[in-house]
């Protein structure tokens, strides 16, 4: 069974660029998860995607987005690039209970792209 | 809110030695807890998860770890580490119904021989 894979695994932008990353989950998988691993600061979650629809989102300014497609791969855009944007980002994938009680699936975790902002 | 500390950033360990990574967290209500691994460039990999029952739970490579509701940890352990066993490790917690993981600074495991 395949994992969760990213791409690319390295990106390399200028301040005030856009950049995009993208993340397909295990198959099966309606959930998808963004988090953020940046140096000095830990890993952050970011954005959660379930059945198309954001779910949650974390402490991070608009211009961090993003979309989940049918198919449940996901795209997550960061817009006018900052210098502190440069991090890992992960993506994981999970099954969902669409009910609010009971533990959490386990997530399942990408190898992560490497956003360098110079 | 729910919170996780990790109380060492670096543990520095012989190969065969014991080692404990230490973990304190802060919820309010019912919680789940996780320790994950990451290898040198690369993702997370779950170790072991406590979701409900036993406080001892068993992961893989020979990981335990202790839930401890009274004083709010999950501790991990493993008797006798192993070169391979350096990475960074991470403690998460999740609430109920919750979908996001809140994760510690993490912990760098460095085996010297």
């Known amino acids: 069974e395949a994992g969760v894979t990213q791409s690319p695994t390295h990106l390399i932008k200028t301040r005030g660029q856009q950049a995009t990353l993208r993340c397909s989950p295990i198959?099966?998988?309606?959930?998808v998860y963004w988090y953020q691993q940046a140096l000095g600061l830990g890993l952050q979650f970011l954005l959660w995607?379930?059945?198309?629809?954001?779910?949650n989102r974390g402490n991070f300014p608009p211009r961090f987005s993003g979309r989940q497609f049918p198919n449940y791969s996901s795209e997550l855009n960061v817009n006018a690039l900052e210098l502190e944007d440069s991090a890992l980002y992960l993506c994981?994938?999970?099954?969902?209970?669409?009910?609010?009680?009971?533990?959490?699936?386990?997530?399942?975790f990408g190898p992560g792209t490497r956003l360098t902002v110079t | 809110a729910q919170s996780v500390t990790q109380l060492d950033s670096q543990v520095p360990v012989f190969e065969e030695a014991p080692v404990e990574l230490r973990c304190n967290y802060s919820?309010?209500?019912?919680?789940?807890l996780f320790w994950y691994v990451q290898y040198p460039n690369q993702g997370l990999q779950l170790l072991l998860k406590?979701?409900?029952?036993?406080?001892l739970v068993k992961g893989i490579n020979g990981f335990e770890a202790e839930f401890n509701k009274s004083q709010t940890s999950f501790h991990l352990r493993k008797p006798s580490v192993h070169i391979s066993d350096t990475a960074e490790y991470f403690c998460?917690?999740?609430?109920?119904?919750?979908?996001?993981?809140?994760f510690g600074q993490g912990t760098r495991l460095t085996i010297n021989p």
């Open positions: 995607y379930d059945e198309g629809e954001e779910r």
């Open positions: 998460a917690v999740s609430g109920q119904g919750a979908q996001k993981l809140v």
């Open positions: 198959s099966g998988h309606t959930s």
């Open positions: 919820s309010s209500v019912s919680v789940y």
């Open positions: 406590y979701l409900s029952g036993s406080t």
């Open positions: 994981a994938s999970s099954l969902v209970r669409h009910w609010a009680g009971g533990p959490p699936y386990e997530q399942y």
